[in-house]
C-alpha cells in the first residue's frame, strides 16, 4: 500500500479520514513508509506521513490508564513544523515531547533497517519509565508485524533487538558511564539534560562522539536555572545549527481551572491574555500553580525562554546584575596560554597590585586552578587564569604574573593542595610579598570564612558590576547555587573555581585596605592579617 507524495487540494476534514491498512504492512511497506516519514502530502494537510503513520500505529496509555491511539497535541505538531537534525527543547512540565520522541524514533527505528536509536534519561527510574513508552508502541503493534519483520530477539528493561531489519532501540541512564560508548547511533534523544548527574557535557560529548553523520538529535529539558550544560546548549544554539523549540505551558489544554472573575485582573495577568490569546480558565491555573510552587513557578510553568532559567530559587548571587554586566564586558586586550591566561588591564606604574590563587591538584580532569589579579586601590579586574596545573608549574605562574603586576601581593589559599603551592613559591621562586593570616603564609577558608566572602562577592555584583571584566567568572557565578546539603558551590557540570579566586581576592584586598588605614606605617610585604 502506497501514499502519494505529490500535493493534492484534499479537505482537512478528507485528510483526518486517511487510514491505513494495518494487514497489508510488511517489510516491504514499512521501509517504504520510513523513506517518506517526513513528507507532507495534501491528503494528509498539514501532517507527515510520520505523524499519520504514529496515529494510525501506535497506541499510549492515557492518564486514566486506558489505551488510546496516538494523537499529536498541540506542542508536538509545533515540534514536528520546525524540527530539524539537530534540535533543542525548552518547555513547561509535562508537555508530552518525551512521548513524541519516543514515538518518532520508533517509527524511524522499525521503518529504517540498521537503525540504532538512544534515548538517555537522566534517572534510572525515567529510564525505564520511557522504556515502558517503547514497550507499549511494541507490545500494541498488530501480530502480522511482532510475528513477522518486527519480531524480537531480545526485549528487555534496556534494549529491543529487530534481527530481521538489524535495528535496536535503547533506553539507559545518564548516568551509565558507558552509554553510547562503541555504538554508532543513527537517533540520539537527551531527556530532561538539564538534570542530569554527574558532568553533563562531557557525557554529552561522548554521546556526540557515537552520532553517525546523518544523525537526528533532540536534546530536551524543563529549565533547572543558569549556567549547565543544558542552558549553554541553549545559548549557543544557533552557533551550532541547532533548531530552538519553547514551548510555554498554555500549549497544554489540560493547564485550566474554573475561570476568574475579569475584573480582578492584574496589569501583568492583561498582557498575557493580549499577548498569548489567553483565556480566564488559563489564568485560574496560573494563579493556582504560581501558589504551589512559589518561585519555582516561571521555572517549572515556562511562559517565555529568558525568565524560564532566571527563575530558579537556588542561585546564590543576584541573576539581573550578573546578566546586565554580561551584556557589557569587554573583550581582553590580550590572550596568553592558550587562551587559559586573559589580560583586560596591564600593569601601569606606581599602581599596587593583589594576586590571588585558588590552586587545584592540576590532572587533567576536576577541577581548575584559577587566578584573579585586581588593582589594589579601585578592585578592578585586571587579569584572570585558568587552567589544570599545580604544583612547580602553577607556583611559577603566579609568581611571574605577581611579579608583571608591579610585584603584586600574593594571596593563595592554603587548604588541600594550595600549602604545596605555597611553599614553592616561597622557597623554590624566592617570591617574597606573601599575604600572611596570623604570621602563617596564605589564606585559610573555613565554614566561617567562605560564606562571608560570597557575601562579599555578592554585593559588589550588585553593588559594583563594572569591576568585573570576564565572563567566565560572571558564567560561574549564575551557575553557583544553594546545594541540598545547606552548603553552596557550582551547579553540576559547572565549575566555581574563578568565584572562589575572585572571592578570596575581594576579602583579602579589602582586610589588607583596612590594616592600612588602621597603621598606615605597616610594611606591605608582609599582609600582616
Known amino acids: 500500500m502506497k501514499i502519494s507524495t505529490e500535493p493534492r487540494a484534499e479537505s482537512v476534514a478528507a485528510a483526518h479520514e486517511w487510514s491505513l491498512p494495518l494487514e497489508e504492512l510488511n517489510r516491504e511497506e514499512l521501509e517504504h513508509f520510513g523513506k517518506i516519514l517526513d513528507r507532507r502530502p495534501g491528503i494528509l494537510g498539514d501532517?507527515?506521513?510520520?505523524?499519520?503513520?504514529?496515529?494510525?500505529?501506535?497506541l499510549v496509555r492515557t492518564r486514566d490508564g486506558k489505551p488510546a491511539r496516538l494523537t499529536a497535541n498541540a506542542a508536538q505538531r509545533a515540534f514536528e513544523r520546525r524540527r530539524g537534525q539537530r534540535?533543542?527543547?525548552?518547555?513547561?512540565?509535562?508537555?508530552?515531547?518525551t512521548t513524541w520522541a519516543a514515538a518518532r524514533f520508533f517509527l524511524?527505528?522499525?521503518?529504517?533497517?540498521?537503525?540504532?536509536?538512544?534515548?538517555v534519561a537522566h534517572t534510572q527510574e525515567s529510564a525505564e519509565e520511557i522504556f515502558r513508552i517503547v514497550h507499549r508502541f511494541l507490545?500494541?503493534?498488530?501480530?502480522?508485524?511482532?510475528?513477522?519483520?518486527?519480531?524480537t530477539s531480545r526485549a528487555n528493561v534496556r534494549q529491543i533487538v529487530f534481527p530481521a531489519i538489524d535495528a535496536q532501540y535503547r533506553v539507559v541512564s545518564a548516568g551509565e558511564r558507558n552509554a553510547g560508548r562503541g555504538l554508532t547511533v543513527?537517533?540520539?534523544?537527551?531527556?530532561?539534560?538539564?538534570?542530569?548527574?554527574?558532568?553533563?557535557?562531557?557525557?554529552?560529548?561522548?554521546?556526540r562522539a557515537a552520532l553517525s553523520p546523518a544523525a537526528e538529535v533532540i536534546l530536551e529539558s524543563t529549565p533547572d536555572g543558569v549556567g549547565g550544560c543544558f542552558h549553554e546548549e541553549w545559548q549557543k544554539a544557533s552557533e551550532t545549527g541547532t533548531v530552538r523549540h519553547f514551548f510555554p505551558w498554555w500549549l497544554e489544554p489540560r493547564y485550566r481551572t474554573e475561570p476568574v472573575d475579569e475584573g480582578g485582573l492584574t496589569a501583568q495577568e492583561r498582557a498575557l491574555i493580549t499577548r498569548h490569546n489567553l483565556d480566564l480558565g488559563q489564568i485560574g491555573y496560573r494563579r493556582q500553580m504560581r501558589a504551589n510552587f512559589r518561585g519555582l513557578a516561571a521555572q517549572e510553568y515556562a511562559e517565555d525562554p529568558e525568565s524560564c532559567f532566571l527563575a530558579s530559587g537556588s542561585s546564590v548571587f543576584e541573576l539581573e546584575a550578573i546578566e546586565e554586566r554580561l551584556r557589557e564586558t569587554p573583550e581582553p586586550q590580550q590572550r596568553r596560554r592558550n587562551g587559559e591566561l586573559e589580560i583586560w588591564l596591564p600593569a601601569l606604574p606606581g599602581k599596587d597590585y593583589l594576586v590571588a590563587a585558588d590552586p587545584a591538584g592540576g590532572g587533567s580532569e576536576g577541577d581548575y586552578s584559577a587566578v584573579e589579579v585586581v588593582e589594589m586601590e579601585t578592585g578592578l579586574q585586571c587579569a584572570e587564569f585558568a587552567g589544570h596545573v599545580g604544583g612547580l608549574e602553577l607556583a611559577r605562574l603566579i609568581t611571574e604574573l605577581a611579579g608583571e603586576y608591579n610585584g603584586a601581593m600574593l594571596v593563595v589559599e592554603r587548604n588541600n593542595h594550595g600549602s604545596g603551592?605555597?611553599?614553592?613559591?616561597?622557597?623554590?621562586?624566592?617570591?617574597?610579598?606573601?599575604?600572611?593570616?596570623?604570621?602563617?603564609?596564605?589564606w585559610l577558608t573555613t565554614s566561617v570564612s567562605r560564606p562571608a566572602v560570597l557575601g562579599r562577592l555578592g554585593?559588589?555584583?550588585?553593588?559594583?558590576?563594572?569591576?568585573?571584566?570576564?565572563?567566565?567568572?560572571?558564567?560561574?557565578?549564575r551557575s553557583f547555587v544553594r546545594l541540598p546539603n545547606g552548603g553552596s558551590g557550582a551547579r553540576a557540570g559547572t565549575h566555581d573555581d574563578r568565584v572562589m579566586a575572585m572571592a578570596i581576592a575581594m576579602a583579602a584586598r579589602a582586610e589588607l585596605l583596612e590594616g592600612k588605614r588602621q597603621s598606615p606605617h605597616r610594611a606591605q610585604g608582609t599582609g600582616n592579617q
Not at 88 to 97: E, T, Y
Not at 139 to 151: H, I, M, V
Not at 462 to 470: I, K, T
Request: hydrophobic share 40%; aromatic share 4%; glycine share 10%.
Open 459 to 477: 554585593a559588589a555584583l550588585v553593588e559594583e558590576p563594572q569591576r568585573f571584566m570576564s565572563r567566565k567568572l560572571l558564567a560561574e557565578c
Open 87 to 97: 534540535n533543542i527543547v525548552l518547555k513547561a512540565r509535562q508537555m508530552g515531547l
Open 139 to 151: 507490545d500494541w503493534l498488530p501480530d502480522e508485524l511482532r510475528e513477522g519483520p518486527l519480531k
Open 421 to 442: 603551592v605555597l611553599a614553592l613559591a616561597e622557597t623554590v621562586c624566592g617570591y617574597k610579598r606573601i599575604y600572611r593570616q596570623g604570621g602563617q603564609a596564605g
Open 47 to 58: 501532517r507527515t506521513v510520520g505523524m499519520a503513520l504514529a496515529e494510525q500505529l501506535l
Open 186 to 207: 543513527q537517533n540520539l534523544h537527551c531527556s530532561e539534560l538539564a538534570r542530569w548527574p554527574g558532568d553533563p557535557a562531557e557525557i554529552l560529548a561522548g554521546l
Open 108 to 119: 524511524k527505528t522499525i521503518t529504517q533497517p540498521g537503525t540504532l536509536t538512544l534515548q
